[in-house]
Nanobody, 121 residues
């Protein structure tokens, strides 16, 4: 089956930047939406940004103007450039993809293992 692997998380001071990457591998026929969610301690998972195969972007208001999502369809990879990071951005960031494993398969959601982003004040 397909799998998603995130990278790029780490510890950064407030005002700094990080770039997250998520690559899908395995048996993949088609990927529809790809995006990022995050879960902070004591809070439920929330959407950060999603980008469709055609490039349509949905973002949380809290990250507009600071984060930029992009994707490379040929590489089955989605990126999240995070600038002007603040302590409230601290969370585990999870990659999500809506994909089909084959032309015969039904589209379903896949999740990465998560990458920790910690922003210090």
């Amino acid at each position: 089956q397909a799998q998603l692997v995130e990278s790029g998380g780490g510890l950064v001071q407030a005002g700094g930047s990080l770039r997250l990457s998520c690559s899908a591998s395995g048996i993949i026929f088609n990927i529809n939406d790809m995006g990022w969610y995050r879960q902070a301690p004591g809070k439920q998972r929330e959407l950060v940004a999603v980008i469709s195969r055609g490039g349509t972007i949905t973002q949380a208001d809290s990250v507009k103007g600071r984060f930029t999502i992009s994707r490379d369809n040929a590489k089955n990879t989605v990126y999240l450039q995070m600038n002007s990071l603040q302590p409230e951005d601290t969370a585990v960031y999870y990659c999500n993809a809506d994909l089909r494993s084959s032309r015969w398969a039904r589209s379903s959601e896949y999740w990465g293992q998560g990458t920790q982003v910690t922003v210090s004040s």
